[in-house]
């Protein structure tokens, strides 16, 4: 069984900065696409980043230069770097992990419980 644990999440001012992590279990990630998922308050889940099995990222418009995801393989936990927050950055981030390279939410099989992260001053 594939399990997800994500951590990291914290109240923080606009502009500051936070480190996500998701710490995989029950299978090797490197083998996999992970990402990280948004659900911002009513609105739908928006994929954020992720990080294909030949470590190539990928990222959606609105976070490019301002967050960055890592892998270590040797932990088995894939990082995500976010600086410059925003206001719209308030969201529960989750971390998933998919067949392929892929932002699209329902391309992920296996989800973490999220981890909240809120912006404001």
């Known amino acids: 069984q594939v399990h997800l644990v994500e951590s990291g999440g914290d109240f923080v001012q606009p502009g500051g900065s936070l480190r996500l992590s998701c710490v995989v279990s029950?299978?090797?990630?490197?083998?996999?696409?992970i990402g990280w998922i948004r659900q911002a308050p009513g609105k739908g889940r928006e994929g954020v980043a992720c990080i294909d099995s030949e470590d190539l990222s990928y990222y959606t418009d609105a976070v490019k230069g301002r967050f960055t995801i890592s892998r270590d393989s040797a932990e088995n936990t894939v990082y995500l770097q976010m600086t410059d927050l925003q206001v719209n950055d308030t969201a529960v981030y989750y971390c998933?992990?998919?067949?392929?390279?892929?932002?699209?939410?329902?391309?992920?099989?296996?989800w973490g419980q999220g981890t909240e992260v809120t912006v404001s001053a």
């Open positions: 029950g299978a090797t990630s490197k083998d996999y696409t």
């Open positions: 998933g992990r998919s067949h392929i390279a892929t932002l699209r939410p329902t391309g992920y099989d296996y």
